[in-house]
Every structure is written in structure tokens, then in C-alpha cells.
């Protein structure tokens, strides 16, 4: 099996089976993004308690990228700080422009599989919805304080 195919196969179970998907009671935080380019919609739910990500939530349909990416992204941050997060997003988008992100792919574990999307500008805003979500939460976050 190719390395593409293994990507795929890796946002196609993502898509089929979304990790956090559903509600979150009393979110700390929480986003509304819409991609009109796609149609994708993303709700993004956080739970954050003394600068940690406790619990991420997601709802919203759209194509396999934007959900697979959703699907992911809340995986990857569940338990971690806010700095890291915030760490991480910046590292992500470095990844999807193509560049090295600090620390290296490593870092990204099993998100690389959006590698693909980096060939097909439209499809990065998918791979980018919840993200862009993450990152306006943590925008939020910061002015609550
Ligand atoms: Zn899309």
C-alpha cells in the first residue's frame, strides 16, 4: 500500500467514524465557522480548565476533509496545554503551506495524512475550517482572561 493510499484510507475512517463529534454541556468556548467555498460547517466546543483543553467537542457536516480534519484536530488536542495548542495550529499551518513546522512533522502524528489537500488550494480551506475555529477559540479564551 502507497503512503497516499494509507493517508486516504486514514480521513476516509475519520470521516466515517468522528472522534468527538457531539455536544458539550457549558462549553468554556465555542466557535461557528462555515466554509462557503465547500459548504463545510463546523461548531467547535471546548472545555478548558486552568489553561488545558479538558474536552473538545464537534458538530457540522461537510465534506470528508473538513470533518476528517475536525475529527483529528480534536484527538490531537484533547489534554494538552493552551500554549501547546496554540503551538500546534501554527505548526499545522506551516505543514499545510508546505513548510517544516517547528519540531518536524513528527509532531503532528497522525494529521499528516492531510498531506495531500497541500496540492489543491480549495481543498486546504477544508483541511483549515476547524482550525480557523480552534484558533478563534483560543482568540476568546485570551480576552476572557
Ligand atoms: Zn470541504
Redesign the pocket.
Known amino acids: 500500500m502507497s503512503l497516499t493510499d494509507l493517508y486516504r484510507e486514514v480521513i476516509v475512517e475519520h470521516y466515517k467514524h468522528p472522534r468527538n463529534k457531539g455536544e458539550l454541556p457549558d462549553p468554556t468556548v465555542r466557535v461557528e465557522l462555515y ?1 462557503p467555498v ?3 460547517e463546523i461548531e467547535l466546543k471546548l472545555a478548558v480548565r486552568e489553561g488545558r483543553i479538558e474536552a473538545a467537542r464537534f458538530t457540522g457536516k ?2 470528508s ?2 470533518q476528517a480534519s475536525a475529527s483529528m484536530m480534536t484527538e490531537a488536542i484533547e489534554g494538552r496545554s493552551v500554549e501547546e495548542v496554540a503551538g500546534l495550529v501554527e505548526s499545522f499551518k506551516r505543514f499545510l503551506r508546505g513548510e517544516e513546522p517547528a519540531g518536524g512533522a513528527e509532531r503532528l502524528g497522525e494529521l499528516v495524512a492531510l498531506e495531500g489537500v497541500r496540492r489543491f488550494p480549495v ?1 486546504i ?2 483541511a483549515l475550517l476547524s482550525w480557523s475555529a480552534l484558533e478563534q477559540s483560543l482568540q476568546k479564551l485570551a480576552a476572557k482572561e
Open positions: 466554509n465547500c459548504g463545510d461537510g465534506c476533509i473538513s481543498r480551506k477544508c
